[in-house]
T-cell receptor, first 115, second 113 residues
Framework: KAGVTQTPRYLIKTRGQQVTLSCSPI?????VSWYQQTPGQGLQFLFE???????NKGNFPGRFSGRQFSNSRSEMNVSTLELGDSALYLC??????????????FGPGTRLLVL | QQQVKQSPQSLIVQKGGISIINCAYE??????FPWYQQFPGKGPALLIA?????SEKKEGRFTISFNKSAKQFSLHIMDSQPGDSATYFC????????????FGQGTELSVKP
């Protein structure tokens, strides 16, 4: 089974621009979560999507948004980029079986650099 | 109350030695505690996980010890190998928010040959 794939792998943007990152979950996985990883703040949860609906949201400004499509693929968008948005953005998927804890499988991430 | 505190920040161990990484949490609603391993340029990968109804779980050279009353859990890597050199993250989540992992700050482990 193919793992979680993320595109693009690397991205350079300038302040004020917007960016869209894409995530394809493992086949059969219906939940997708997004995380931001930085040296200073570590791994921080952004949001989770299931069945095209946002289930959970982390403590990030409204400039960070996401969506999920009917095939479980997900995108996240960051508008009006700031220098501090430079980070590795990780996507993780899980099957989503109600009432159980499940392993989240992470993709390789998208490295975003904001200049 | 959502924090997970991890220590040490970095760890150097000789080959064959025992690596120990500790985590503490505050939120008593947490009921799932995974450990992830991350190599440079890769996403985190699940190493081992435990629930609070178990005090210890062992998988190969990796063992999680869990102390519910102290709200602490730790990862022990026995017979550490240079290939174990990576960054390790503890995490926690609640059953009704399984897609939301709260991570510790990470421990950079270096195993010297």
């Amino acid at each position: 089974k193919a793992g979680v794939t993320q595109t693009p792998r690397y991205l350079i943007k300038t302040r004020g621009q917007q960016v869209t990152l894409s995530c394809s979950p493992i086949s059969g996985h219906r939940s997708v979560s997004w995380y931001q990883q930085t040296p200073g703040q570590g791994l921080q949860f952004l949001f989770e999507y299931f069945s095209e609906t946002q289930r959970n949201k982390g403590n990030f400004p409204g400039r960070f948004s996401g969506r999920q499509f009917s095939n479980s693929r997900s995108e996240m968008n960051v508008s009006t980029l700031e220098l501090g948005d430079s980070a590795l953005y990780l996507c993780a998927s899980r099957p989503f079986t109600s009432g159980s804890q499940e392993t989240q499988y992470f993709g390789p991430g998208t490295r975003l650099l904001v200049l | 109350q959502q924090q997970v505190k991890q220590s040490p920040q970095s760890l150097i161990v000789q080959k064959g030695g025992i690596s120990i990484i500790n985590c503490a949490y505050e939120n008593t609603a947490f009921d799932y505690f995974p450990w992830y391993q991350q190599f440079p340029g890769k996403g985190p990968a699940l190493l081992i996980a435990i629930r609070p109804d178990v005090s210890e779980k062992k998988e190969g050279r990796f063992t999680i010890s869990f102390n519910k009353s102290a709200k602490q859990f730790s990862l022990h890597i026995m017979d550490s190998q240079p290939g174990d050199s990576a960054t390790y993250f503890c995490a926690a989540s609640t059953d009704n928010q399984g897609g939301k992992l709260i991570f510790g700050q990470g421990t950079e482990l270096s195993v010297k040959p």
